[in-house]
């Protein structure tokens, strides 16, 4: 299986500050990478595919980057409707599997 | 506009079984696969596996080899999972969530259903 393998865990931050978030695959995955962002008590959303692809809807402060084995996800000034937990997953292969998670809170 | 609609919430003993269901509108049934994805109380996500809505094809992640099956019914657009022998571990929030085309390029999941808590407690 892929593992994937996010840091930070959580992180705190100021209203505006620039953040980012990594995501480490086991072994290569192209741009199979996707971002999902669940807001407290939420369905995950799907907020990045492909690796660097915002869905539609998405506000344009988020960007994500990578592909083989190394992925970002970065949201250019901090909102407070940004706090959530992020996961990325690879869609790449079976069993298709997801970062443990990072916290953004608001500093 | 797509939608998937997922049955209440349960409570069972340990080592009982759940079916939870999955109905899907909005979009042609066959048209893409589904997956399982669960997420215990404060923990983060853990795909279960997926159908393919066309074959009933199906393919599981190991940790619940033996222990899942997940079907669908053509006639009602509806998926299904069971999980058998359940312990309190599998006390989470099951969802269901709409993936790739079938016979098309891989996607991610990008529509879920909202969630059904299965509490499994003696």
């Known amino acids: 299986d892929i593992q994937m393998t996010q840091s930070p865990s959580s992180l705190s931050a100021s209203i505006g500050d620039r953040v980012t978030v990594t995501c480490r695959a086991s072994?290569?995955?192209?741009?199979?990478l996707a971002w999902y962002q669940q807001k407290p008590g939420k369905v995950p959303e799907l907020l990045i595919s492909a690796a660097s692809s915002l869905q539609s809807g998405a506000p344009s402060r988020f960007s994500g980057s990578g592909s083989g084995t190394d992925f970002t996800l970065t949201i250019t000034s901090l909102q407070p409707e940004d706090v959530a937990t992020y996961y990325c997953?690879?869609?790449?292969?079976?069993?298709?599997?997801f970062g443990q998670g990072t916290k953004v809170e608001i500093k | 506009q797509v939608q998937l609609v997922q049955s209440g919430a349960e409570v069972k003993n340990p080592g009982a079984s759940v079916k939870v269901s999955c109905e899907t509108s909005?979009?042609?049934?066959?048209?893409?696969?589904i997956h399982w994805v669960r997420q215990a109380p404060g923990q983060g996500l853990e795909w279960m596996g997926w159908t393919n809505p066309k074959s009933g094809d199906t393919k599981y992640s190991e940790t619940f080899q033996g222990r899942v099956t997940m079907t669908r019914d053509t006639s009602t657009s509806t998926f299904y999972m069971e999980l058998k022998r359940l312990t309190s571990d599998d006390t989470a929030l099951y969802f269901c969530?709409?993936?790739?085309?079938?016979?098309?390029?891989?996607?991610?999941?990008?529509?879920w259903g909202q969630g059904t808590l299965v509490t499994v407690s003696s």
């Open positions: 072994q290569g995955i192209s741009t199979y």
């Open positions: 997953q690879q869609y790449d292969t079976a069993p298709r599997t």
């Open positions: 909005g979009y042609t049934f066959t048209a893409h696969y």
């Open positions: 969530a709409r993936g790739s085309p079938v016979g098309g390029s891989r996607r991610p999941s990008d529509y």
